[in-house]
């Protein structure tokens, strides 16, 4: 598709908050089915919820939220409607410029970095206090990064934010 075509399909922020919205119904939908597969087997298979260490709730908060997550996305978004759900709710497409599930995956690891960087912040600080550098680092550039994506999807004519750049992405209308 050319630039003009591009130009001419791009979407407003209407539809694509409207899509976000949807997409965070579909992540919270995830997130409450995880909630209660792990505390069924922890009290049905364990007997009880086990206390982890700072290490292991890194990696279970990422190994089990933003892992599938981005993975499930990128699938979406890279193969058959190029859509995730809220993006089909809102006769969205993601378009690009180069290979599709390559674009995908980079655009959804991206996307999803902010919540990690939160993640690492909040597990550190609960484990060892918010008073050091780490958490205030992974602080600023979760913030940072999430407020740079909205602002760019807002302010450039095109709605592309930082993942999409680097993805050589672009949403437009179906």
């Known amino acids: 598709m050319s630039e003009k075509n591009l130009k001419e399909k ?10 976000l919205l949807f997409d965070w119904l ?19 298979v364990i007997g009880e919820i086990p206390e982890f260490s700072h ?5 279970v ?19 058959g409607n190029y859509a995730s759900w809220g993006k089909k709710k809102n006769q969205l497409v993601v378009t690009y410029r180069f290979h599709p599930a390559k674009g995908s995956l980079i655009r959804n690891v991206l996307k999803f ?8 912040s909040t597990i550190y600080g609960i484990y060892n206090g ?3 550098l780490f958490p205030m680092i992974c602080l600023v550039l979760s913030l940072s990064l999430a407020v740079s ?19 050589g992405s672009q949403v437009i209308k179906r």
């Open 10 to 19: 791009s979407v407003g922020v209407r539809l694509r908050l409207s899509a």
């Open 26 to 44: 579909f992540i919270c939908v995830y997130l409450f089915g995880l909630f209660v597969v792990m505390i069924t087997f922890y009290l049905v």
């Open 55 to 59: 290490l292991q709730s890194q990696l």
């Open 61 to 79: 908060a990422m190994i089990t939220t933003i892992i599938p997550i981005s993975i499930i996305f990128s699938v979406m978004e890279g193969t």
């Open 113 to 120: 970095l902010p919540w990690q960087l939160g993640h690492m």
């Open 130 to 132: 918010y008073d050091s």
């Open 149 to 167: 994506y909205i602002l760019m999807g807002i302010f450039r004519k095109d709605g592309r934010h930082l993942a999409d750049l680097m993805a």
